[in-house]
């Protein structure tokens, strides 16, 4: 077929007209498949031949997932995980065993944070991050004969500074080693860093991609590698996606650049109505801030449904503010169709020292809002009357 449109892939995205059986993906609830001959199984779990061999390895269900997200990434191929976690995890696992190094930007999620802090380096792979992430100096700097990939977030949780993927392509390049990017708050609608010269993407789908409701990871990238994590760290340590979660994952997607819009509105509403407040000293989001002309220059005029707000008068204040919200939940994820609040330093990044804290600009009167889908109008009233309480 022709280049299809983003908005046309996420539904036909990964399919074969003519081909396929159904319409919407097939759910194959089993645990192991037929191998048919004596040789066609021993090629089969020698990686020699393609074809269903357990469903902790590959399943149909999956199979359609993973083909509909590499086509919006634009990529040749795709993993599907059991979380965001287990796909950063057993990508880093096969990237950087054994003892190699890692340089990443230390604007990330929490649980991110400390994989790179604590987890990895028992296992023997060191991890740099990088404080001064805009700094291409920096990067250069951090990366050592054994290290295995860059890592960046962008747009980054929970400060949303976004990076400029081209250029860190350009770094990794240089050095013959690859670019990981996290693009989970983007998601493909608004970003694919593969075109902007990375080598690997990274999704979290329990976010955007599953409007809350499963759990689920990606990686994205080339077909070698894809094959070559199937058949070691994926296969031997068992993060799988449930092909249940995979058929949902597929029927969310199918709307997923209507919600995002919606998302993306309503947070440029919410984040121009703080930026006014007096009660508000400062508005995470890629459209206010000194690097607001190059942010749009690297993403466009959207940038997601997360975004943060720093109350003045610290922890005490945004504790009030976050108390007296009554339509934001106050819960920890990223994407739904309702609005959710949560403190960042004591949650979702309470992992990290205060001086981490502090050199990532996650200050404690900081208050995480992932932007639903409700009417802004609502959104503000709440804020507003949230903010007059302190």
């Known amino acids: 077929m022709w280049e299809l449109k983003k908005k046309t892939l996420e539904i036909h995205g990964g399919s074969s007209h003519g081909v396929d059986q159904t319409m919407r993906p097939g759910l194959y609830r089993t645990t192991a498949f037929p191998l048919g001959s004596f040789e066609r199984g021993r090629k089969l779990f020698a990686g020699e031949e393609r074809g269903f061999i357990y469903t902790r390895i590959n399943n149909p269900s999956i199979d359609v997932l993973e083909k509909r997200l590499a086509s919006l990434e634009g990529a040749e191929a795709c993993l599907a995980t059991s979380s965001g976690m287990s796909a950063i995890t057993v990508l880093a696992l096969h ?134 994590l199937r058949l070691s760290w994926f296969r031997d340590t068992g993060p799988c996606i449930s092909p249940d979660n995979a058929v949902i994952l597929c029927y969310h997607i199918e709307s997923l650049f209507g919600r995002v819009q919606e998302h993306c509105e309503n947070a440029r509403l919410v984040g121009k109505y703080l930026s006014r407040h007096k009660k508000v000293k400062r508005v995470f989001y890629p459209t206010f801030g000194e690097r607001a002309r190059q942010n749009k220059k690297l993403m466009g005029r959207n940038f997601g449904g997360l975004m943060a707000f720093e109350v003045r008068g610290g922890i005490r204040a945004a504790k009030i503010v976050l108390e007296n919200l009554e339509l934001f939940w106050h819960a920890p994820n990223i994407g739904e169709a309702r609005s959710l609040v949560i403190h960042p330093a004591t949650t979702t990044h309470g992992q990290l020292t205060p001086l981490e804290r502090k050199r990532a600009e996650i200050p404690d009167g900081m208050l995480r809002l992932s932007i639903g889908r409700e009417d802004p109008k609502d959104l503000i009233r709440d804020l507003g009357s949230a903010l007059g309480k302190i």
């Open 95 to 228: 990237l950087g065993s054994p003892r190699g190094h890692i340089v990443s930007s230390n604007r990330l999620y929490g649980g991110v944070f400390h994989l790179f802090r604590e987890e990895l380096p028992k296992l023997g792979i060191s991890v740099t991050l990088v404080e001064r992430p805009f700094d291409l100096k920096a990067w250069e700097k951090a990366i050592k004969p054994n290290t295995k990939f860059l890592y960046v977030e962008t747009p980054s949780n929970p400060v949303i500074d976004v990076f400029d993927v081209s250029a860190l392509a350009t770094l990794a390049k240089k050095h013959n080693i690859p670019l990981v990017v996290d693009s989970t708050l983007a998601t493909p609608i608004l970003l694919q860093p593969l075109k902007l010269g990375a080598d690997i993407v990274i999704h979290s789908l329990s976010k955007y991609m599953g409007d809350g409701e499963v759990i689920g990871g990606a990686i994205v990238g080339s077909q070698k590698l894809m094959d070559d």
